[in-house]
């Protein structure tokens, strides 16, 4: 069994920045795509950020600018480096690994808060 451990949530003031990082508990050896996902109380869950075994990007509109992507395949991690924190940004925030099956691996989620 695969599990997605996620860290760096927490509570931070407007204008802030957090670094969330999600890491595999075993190998994953055929990764093709990390992403972010977050989901706010009364919403639907939306994509944030999302990673290619390219390189290759795509953000939500909200979220450009401010909010970086990134990853270590070595690692079998995930990074998302926010910056410039809204309220509107708070939300649990989940990761995802898709592979080049239809298998896909999801974290337990991590809750970030900004306060203004």
């Known amino acids: 069994q695969v599990q997605l451990v996620e860290s760096g949530g927490g509570l931070v003031q407007a204008g802030g920045s957090l670094r969330l990082s999600c890491a595999a508990s075993k190998s994953i050896f055929d990764i093709h795509a990390m992403g972010w996902y977050r989901q706010a109380p009364g919403k639907q869950r939306e994509l944030v950020a999302r990673i290619t075994s390219g390189i290759s990007t795509n953000y939500a509109d909200s979220v450009k600018g401010r909010f970086t992507i990134s990853r270590d395949n070595t690692k079998n991690t995930v990074y998302l480096q926010m910056n410039s924190l809204k309220p509107e940004d708070t939300a649990v925030y989940y990761c995802?690994?898709?592979?080049?099956?239809?298998?896909?691996?999801w974290g337990q989620g991590t809750q970030v808060t900004v306060s203004s």
């Open positions: 995802n690994f898709d592979t080049w099956t239809t298998r896909q691996y």
